[in-house]
């Protein structure tokens, strides 16, 4: 391992340091002060190098914020959160510790198979423990969020994605009728520069959403049919298919056979579900609108999941691989979150463009278990190069490889670890 190496593996760990609260981690501290679903599964995959328990207790605690009604939710509000926008006050909801009223990729299952795969010793009540809440949060994916025409799953929020700001869901966006709000004040504005955020048109919509859901005391089933948002997400259909997967082989392990069918049953529905985000018209798995019934026109960093996911029909493989050959010839740095060709791509702003550390990691490992080793490498040397430019950021500009939004952060040095150094 090179010095240069040497020294970032280092700073990896600075940073999982840094930014650990005991049994939990913030994303970045400042712009993030709280602990993030899908943030907290990726950091338990850092953690894994240097404290096997303190990786386990990320999972484990990140269970524990469960919803009676088997929701995982996306933010939970542990410690010091003032500074954090929208807080408890604004999602209203009566739990100890507050949550926000969404949730998240389901990353967690996955993440979970990793460490029963490399810890040394896991006590297996608490696993089985584990593995029951997880379980019953895919059911509850299925029961609140599947769209029934598609076959794939709904989000009801824009952050319910992970992918925030995605160009793809302007459509949705665009349908949501503005509340009264009360003036507020935007936290991250004070930690990253406008230009690399959502805008106040997209805030004051997130903040609607949040007002319509809370009338409705979060009652999940009417929101995935109600909620004035409503979009079919290729990136978290193929995060819980591939998460299914991942359960079903622990469930399995441990004799939860029950459980496991049921698994089963949702793999197929997922399965149909993917393959009926195929977009004829640009030959890619794209996002879809449920209410307009039409699917969105452009090809975002999730459209490249199916090898994760585990569906890799050979005509799919094919338009994929040649959009991944097109774009990275239009790119310096794969794999930006939209197709830089599209008249929406934004070079630097948030989940507009950018590349995010994990999703390269989700892409290249898919790659690499179908095969396509060459470009898995791509993925990774790509991710391993920004980090040497730039540093550990929460994502990059991928025509020059500089570093934007939050610094220090979490995931990225959590994936560094896990992957781009040990493929
Ligand atoms: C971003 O999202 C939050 C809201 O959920 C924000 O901008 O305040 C997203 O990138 C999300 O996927 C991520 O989990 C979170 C923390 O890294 O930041």
Not at 10 to 37: C, H, M, W
Not at 362 to 367: E, P, Q, S
């Amino acid at each position: 391992m090179s010095n240069t190496t040497e020294h970032l593996k280092k700073s990896a760990f600075e940073i999982l340091k840094q930014n650990d609260r005991g049994e939990y981690s913030v994303p970045t501290r400042g712009l993030y002060p709280v602990q993030f679903n899908w943030d907290s599964a990726f950091a338990a995959l850092g953690y894994l190098w240097s404290n096997q328990n303190r990786a386990w207790r990320e999972l484990e605690l990140l269970t524990e914020a469960q919803w009676p009604d088997g929701m995982i939710p996306h933010i939970i509000f542990r410690g010091e959160h003032e500074g954090y926008f929208p807080g408890p006050a604004v999602w209203r909801i009566p739990s100890t510790p507050p949550t926000s009223g969404i949730t998240q990729p389901p990353f967690l299952a996955t993440a979970l198979r990793h460490l029963v795969e490399n810890c040394d010793t896991l006590e297996t009540p608490r696993v089985v423990a584990v593995l029951k809440r997880i379980h019953r949060w895919h059911c509850w994916f299925m029961e609140n969020r599947l769209d029934d025409n598609s076959g794939a799953i709904r989000v009801v929020h824009p952050w319910e994605s992970g992918r925030d700001n995605l160009v793809d869901w302007n459509q949705g966006m665009l349908r949501i009728p503005l509340t009264d709000l009360e003036e507020y004040q935007r936290r991250d504005l004070e930690h990253v520069k406008a230009a690399q955020r959502p805008g106040k048109m997209e805030y004051d919509r997130y903040l609607s959403i949040i007002k319509f859901c809370a009338d409705l005391q979060w009652d999940q089933k009417a929101l995935g049919k109600v909620s004035p948002f409503l979009m079919v997400d290729p990136g978290i259909t193929a995060i819980l298919l591939r998460a299914n997967r991942d359960l079903k082989y622990l469930l399995e392990i441990h004799q939860l056979i029950k459980e496991s069918e049921q698994i089963s049953g949702f793999i197929g529905t997922l399965e149909k579900g993917w393959r009926n985000l195929w977009n004829p018209k640009i030959k890619a798995i794209t996002a879809y609108d449920p209410i307009e019934q039409k699917w969105v026109d452009g090809i975002s960093s999730a459209s490249f999941l199916g090898p994760y996911a585990g569906v890799h029909d050979a005509f799919m493989t094919t338009a994929t691989l040649e959009h991944f050959d097109r774009i990275r010839n239009q790119v310096k740095y794969l794999m930006p979150s939209y197709d830089p060709e599209h008249p929406s791509f934004e070079a630097d702003r948030y989940w507009r463009g950018p590349v995010w550390l994990m999703i390269n990691r989700l892409i290249g490992k898919g790659f690499a278990e179908i095969g396509e080793t060459e470009r898995a490498e791509i993925m990774r040397q790509d991710s391993l190069a920004l980090v040497q430019q730039s540093g550990f950021c929460e994502y990059y500009n991928p025509l020059n490889g500089v570093g934007l939004g939050g610094k220090s952060f979490t995931w990225t040095a959590a994936v560094f670890l896990d992957w781009v150094l040990a493929l």
